[in-house]
Structures are given as structure tokens and as C-alpha cells.
């Protein structure tokens, strides 16, 4: 007979989830700003791998917080979404579409990151944890602000600039 699984179990399996995209994040930003076009889309992507690196951090603080190692568990979900970013990248290499293709990626991965983080929140708050809220919560604030950032761009080049040249 198995033991029955907890709300701690599931925050720390979910934080596992959200640290393992992290870390799959920060692989994936340079090559998105190698391959955008635009120099606003280049630096965006750069400055978003500084922020993740310190989202990283508050992570590991929280696992601190439980005793527990730092680390990811495989999360499925953020593979298919950067894979989609990819493939983004080799179909639309080169077109006027490209830098919304991968503003519209980046932005799949703002809203998955907006959940999970949201979530954690939500639970840490649930179980007490109260230093793990306020680490959760800038990461939450941070991603928020990334995925506004994202839409001002799309919406004053990227878009505009990939309509131009449509058939």
C-alpha cells in the first residue's frame, strides 16, 4: 500500500518541474537571441537570461528552505514548448516573420512559467512557508513584467514588420 501523497509533495515535485524549465530556459535564450533579427528582440532575450539566472536562485533558496537538493524533475511540458521555439526558428530563418514567431514563442513560455509560479505561490502560502511566498512571488512579478515587455515589442515591431510582408 503506498503512502498518500500531500500537498508538500506535490509543491515539491512542482517546484522540481519549474527549476528543471528554468535551467532548460537558460539553454534556450542565447539561441533565441542569436537568431532574432531585431536588437531590442536580442537584448530582450539576453537581459531575460540575467533574470532567469536569478529566478534559479531564489528556487535553490526555497529548496534550502525544505532541506532539500536542488533539483529538476523532467518537465515535459516546457520541452514541447521550446521545441516549438526551435522549430520557429529553422522554418522562419530569415523572413519578417521570424521575430514574432519567437516574441510569440518566448511569450508560451512567460505563461507557463505565470502558472507554475502562481501555483507555487498559492501553496507555499497554504503550507506556511512564508519566506518561500515572497522568493515565489518575485519570480511570479519578474515574468509577468518579461511577458508585458514581450507584447510592447511584438505589438511596435516585430508584428507590424512580419505583416508587411504578407502574401
Given amino acids: ?12 515535485d512542482t517546484l522540481k518541474d519549474i527549476y528543471f524549465a528554468e535551467k532548460q530556459i537558460l539553454k534556450a535564450l542565447p539561441k533565441m537571441a ?15 537570461r540575467e533574470e532567469t539566472l536569478g529566478q534559479i536562485e531564489r ?33 522562419y530563418k530569415g ?12 511569450q508560451a513560455v512567460e505563461h507557463y512559467e505565470i502558472a507554475r509560479y ?4 498559492a501553496w507555499a ?3 506556511g512557508l512564508k519566506e518561500a511566498v515572497s522568493l515565489l512571488d518575485a519570480n511570479l512579478q519578474e515574468e509577468i513584467a518579461t511577458d508585458e515587455k514581450l507584447t510592447a515589442l511584438g505589438e511596435a515591431t516585430a508584428n507590424p514588420k512580419g505583416a508587411n510582408k504578407a502574401k
Avoid at 500500500?1 to 515539491?12: I, P, Y
Avoid at 534550502?64 to 521545441?83: S, W, Y
Avoid at 523572413?95 to 518566448?106: E, R, W
Fill in 1 to 12: 500500500m503506498s503512502s498518500e501523497k500531500t500537498l508538500s509533495d506535490l509543491f515539491l
Fill in 34 to 48: 542569436r537568431a532574432a533579427q531585431s536588437e531590442e528582440g536580442k537584448a530582450g532575450f539576453l537581459q531575460h
Fill in 59 to 91: 528556487l535553490e533558496q526555497v529548496f534550502g528552505l525544505l532541506e532539500k537538493p536542488p533539483r529538476g524533475k523532467t518537465c515535459e511540458a516546457i520541452q514541447g514548448i521550446l521545441a516549438e521555439g526551435e522549430e520557429i526558428m529553422e522554418e
Fill in 95 to 106: 523572413t519578417s516573420a521570424l521575430d514574432a514567431g519567437l516574441i510569440a514563442s518566448a
Fill in 118 to 121: 502562481g501555483t507555487l505561490k
Fill in 125 to 127: 502560502k497554504q503550507l
